[in-house]
Nanobody, 122 residues
């Protein structure tokens, strides 16, 4: 069992930076592949990025590539999402998720956080 708690969301202006955190607890927290997803009002949940359990490999959605960076500190069981040059279309609830293998499909992740709201004003 893995519990995930996101934090760091808020209201920012276009072009600003924001860092989200996802603190994991549980027996396998440090060995899980981690992903970030987001869901805007009226839209389906979409993949943002994942990172492997070792942190050596990452994969980004085209919409955030070059602006967002995922990292993890396994000693702290925490995954970060650094968001730079944010845009109004980045407005969404951001969720972190944990699973056995990294994937872009949300169905591949077993554990989910409650989400944190990110709102970007123009």
């Amino acid at each position: 069992q893995v519990q995930l708690v996101e934090s760091g969301g808020g209201l920012v202006q276009a072009g600003d930076s924001l860092r989200l955190s996802c603190a994991a607890s549980g027996s396998t927290a440090g060995t899980a592949a981690m992903g970030w997803f987001r869901q805007a009002p009226g839209k389906e949940r979409e993949f943002v990025v994942f990172i492997t359990s070792s942190g050596r490999s990452t994969y980004y959605a085209d919409s955030v590539k070059g602006r967002f960076t995922i990292s993890r500190d396994n000693a702290k069981n925490t995954v970060y999402l650094q968001m730079n040059n944010v845009k109004p279309e980045d407005t969404a609830v951001y969720f972190c998720a944990a699973g056995l293998v990294p994937a872009v499909q949300s169905s591949r992740y077993k554990y989910w956080g409650q989400g944190t709201q990110v709102t970007v004003s123009s």
